[in-house]
């Protein structure tokens, strides 16, 4: 009918409008992925050019190295035949063979020296030479028995005063290091395992003594018992340079203070380095109970600018050291010393320390006495009666050995610091204050 077709006609232009507008709509969103496909075309195109532009870069850098390191090639040639042309390789080489001469000719004195000290102690005294020992028939050859320190040379042998001078005249050794050689084997006296190694000799036979490591681990053992893993690092009878070395790089590693030792300073045989690294490690744990957390005492050597943190960590310890040594002065209105070795070459600024620590010991006759000499002997008797060792010999003290009179007043220290009790409240304060620091110092860390 014509409602039908009316109807029919009206369907097929709704249809047709709709494809129509569907086809538009896909015309727009082709035109949008063109226009996108365009803009991301251009940014690849942007990234290659800058992608070729570094290449190029990296050409022309690569380009320039080639004819830097054409340049420094023919720069080495040139340095090369100028050393060849001034003779500098033939120079060394003369030099080096001069080094090697002279060492022979070293080893060749040392070995003297040592024959001829050898043969000296064990000669009978010349009684026109020794005119004060008339009774005197042979030096005795024995360490055993050592007998008082005046009559007993570097090496332990029984001597007369005079001909022990005329040895101590020609001993290898200086004084602090024989003075600190004698001070190690009284601290190992009493190890077994490295009994057939003691006592150790005041000449140049130490390097040889010392050059596996065995001694030096041990001493770090004994000075330092905390550091407990040193006895199961180290091996007490080395076959090998390879575990010689071990020894020695566990010295080196383990103990608290070497200074500047390495390995190759032990081998070949360096011993100021050597004996500054036996010091040192003696001074660290000497000198450790000049801190108020061992000696809470220590703190009445503060200034009154100062907190208690300042003597625990900041001040060296021969600083405190030598604040301790001024306040026992100060207490018997004497004057302050400023070193350890000048100011006690006399001997009076000791024994007036001496006198306030040690009244009972005390010989005024002593202190009264004019000659240097005398004075140091009758250091030497006061300290011999209230300590088991007494680390610096007479000459020692003489000669103003610093090191040496460090260690004495260390250990001097240790026996009697003749510090006032320190009050608790301050103590108590002391404390708050450290952990207060610790807290903060970990929480910053956090």
């Known amino acids: 009918t014509a409602q039908d077709e009316f109807n029919l006609k009206v369907q097929l232009e709704n249809q047709q409008k709709q494809k129509l507008e569907k086809l538009q709509e896909d015309q727009r969103n082709f ?68 080094v090697e001469k002279l060492s022979v000719q070293l080893e060749e004195a040392r070995k003297k020296i040592q024959d001829e000290i050898q043969v000296e102690i064990q000669e009978p005294v010349q ?38 001078d005329r040895l101590n005249d020609r001993l290898i050794l ?29 000449d140049l036979e130490i390097c040889d003594e010392l050059q596996d490591g065995v001694v030096l681990c041990k001493l770090l053992s004994v000075v330092h018992p905390e550091l407990e893993e040193v006895m199961d690092e180290f091996n007490l009878n080395p076959k090998t340079e390879q575990e010689a070395h071990r020894n020695q790089l566990t010295f080196i590693k383990r103990s608290p203070d070497t200074g500047t030792l390495v390995t190759s300073d032990i081998q070949n045989k360096n011993m100021g380095k050597v004996m500054d690294a036996m010091y040192r490690t003696i001074q660290v744990q000497m000198l450790s109970s000049l801190r108020p957390s061992r000696t809470p005492q220590v703190e009445a050597l503060k200034t009154s600018e100062e907190g208690t943190m ?29 070193n350890f070795s000048e100011d006690l070459k006399s001997g009076r600024k000791l024994l007036d320390l001496l006198k306030v620590l040690v009244p009972e010991y005390y010989e005024p006759e002593g202190s009264a006495a004019n000659a240097p000499d005398d004075r140091i002997n009758a250091i030497l008797a006061i300290v011999a009666k209230f300590m088991p060792y007494t680390i610096p010999s007479a000459k020692s003290i003489k000669q103003g050995n610093s090191r040496i009179m460090v260690l004495f007043l260390g ?36």
């Not at 390191?69 to 090369?80: A, I, V």
């Not at 009684?127 to 007998?147: G, Y």
């Not at 960590?313 to 306040?327: A, D, G, Q, S, T």
């Open 411 to 446: 250990d001097l220290f240790r026996y009697r610091d003749g510090l006032p009790p320190i009050v608790e409240s301050s103590y108590l304060g002391w404390m708050m204050q450290t952990s207060w620091k610790w807290v903060t110092g970990w929480m910053s860390y956090e």
């Open 127 to 164: 009684v026109e030479e020794q005119p004060k020992l008339k009774s005197a028939k042979k030096i005795p050859k024995s360490t055993k028995s050592v007998p008082s320190k005046s009559t007993v040379d570097a090496y332990g042998h029984s001597l007369s005063d005079s001909l022990s």
């Open 310 to 338: 300042a003597l625990e960590l900041e001040l060296p310890r021969e600083e405190v050291l030598l604040r301790w040594f001024n306040y026992h002065l100060a207490m018997d209105k004497k004057k302050a010393i400023s």
């Open 31 to 98: 035109r949008e992925k063109s226009v996108q496909l365009e803009n991301q075309v251009k940014e690849k195109d942007l990234q290659l050019e800058k992608v070729k532009k570094t290449v190029d870069d990296l050409k022309i850098q690569l380009e320039n190295f080639g004819k830097f390191r054409e340049n420094s090639d023919k720069e080495t040639f040139n340095l090369n035949s100028q050393v060849e042309k001034s003779g500098l390789l033939s120079e060394k080489q003369a030099l080096n063979s001069q």
């Open 174 to 202: 200086p004084t602090d290091w024989v003075d600190l050689v004698s001070y190690v084997n009284w601290i190992l006296r009493d190890e077994s395992s490295i009994f057939s190694r003691l006592p150790l000799h005041h």
